[in-house]
C-alpha cells in the first residue's frame, strides 16, 4: 500500500510542530487496518477520540448534524470518548516531533504539507473532510457509546 502525504522536511524540527500543538489531524477510516474490528479496537483506545464538525449536511435530515470523525486527543484529555475541544497539543507531538512513525500518522497529519517559514498547507482532512470519511461509521460510534456508557448487554 502506497502511504500519501508530505513526509517532514528539515524545516519541521525548527518550527517545533506548530501545526501539532495547534490541532491532532484527523484519521481516515482506510488508516485503519482490519476495517470495522480495526475500528472497534481505535475507539477503545485511550488515545484516540471521537470530535465533529458541527454543522454537517445529514441526507434526509432538516437541520444540520453532528458529523463525526476520529482524531488522537489533545493532551489532557486522554480517555475521553467524545473531545470536541477545539485547539490543543496531540498526545503524539514530543520534543522531538511525531512519536508516531509517517507511515502511522493519521491522514490529515500526513496531508499537512510542511513549508518553510512556519507556514503549512493542509490538503484535506479537516473537520469537514473527516467527518464526510466517517459518515459510513457513524453508527459504530454511536454503537461503541453505548458499550462504553453500558448501555448495550
Known sequence: MTIIGYPPIEHCSVCGGKCCKHFAGIVHPDDVPDGVNG????????????????????????????GFFVRPCHRGCEGLFYDPSWGGVCV???????????KD???GCRLLEPLEHDLCVCHGMEKYEGALAWLGYHWLILEEEGVKNGLES
Open 39 to 66: 475500528i472497534r479496537a481505535l475507539l477503545k483506545n485511550p488515545l484516540y477520540t471521537v470530535d465533529w464538525y458541527e454543522q454537517f449536511e445529514c441526507e434526509g435530515m432538516d437541520e444540520p448534524c453532528r
Open 92 to 102: 503524539f507531538h514530543s520534543s522531538n516531533g511525531c512519536s508516531l512513525s509517517f
Open 105 to 107: 500518522r493519521p491522514r
